[in-house]
Nanobody, 131 residues
Framework: QPQLVEFGGGLVQPGGSLKLSCAASGFTLDYYAIGWFRQAPGKEREGVSCIMTSDSSTWYEDSVKGRFTISRDDAKNTVYLQMNSLRPEDTAVYYC????????????????????????WGKGTLVTVSS
């Protein structure tokens, strides 16, 4: 049974850092594109970052560029999201997800991650940025 489990969420002050982990079991991550998504209360789930399979190329949503870094360790079957310079608006439940191909899409002048392109999802980890 394929499974993804997120770790590393918590409470952090503005300007602080957290590192999220996404551990996979039941399948091998290096055959999949892995995305990090987040959902704040009352808002739709949005894509934050993803890392591809073939060349480990990465994509970031504009608001996290320069602050978040996605990486993968295929030997540990784990993907990470290093989050620096956190802001209150980063507060959300963060989910990792796996899909067979790149979930990056382009519409109306903007790139985004397509939620429906992902096959498997973790249950999420809460990140709260507050003083």
């Amino acid at each position: 049974q394929p499974q993804l489990v997120e770790f590393g969420g918590g409470l952090v002050q503005p300007g602080g850092s957290l590192k999220l982990s996404c551990a996979a079991s039941g399948f091998t991550l290096d055959y999949y594109a892995i995305g990090w998504f987040r959902q704040a209360p009352g808002k739709e789930r949005e894509g934050v970052s993803c890392i591809m399979t073939s060349d480990s190329s990465t994509w970031y949503e504009d608001s996290v560029k320069g602050r978040f870094t996605i990486s993968r360790d295929d030997a540990k079957n784990t993907v990470y999201l290093q989050m620096n310079s956190l802001r209150p608006e980063d507060t959300a439940v963060y989910y990792c997800a796996a899909g067979p191909e790149s979930p990056v899409r382009y519409y109306n002048g903007k790139y985004y991650l397509e939620v429906g392109a992902m096959d498997w999802w973790g249950k999420g980890t809460l990140v709260t940025v507050s003083s």
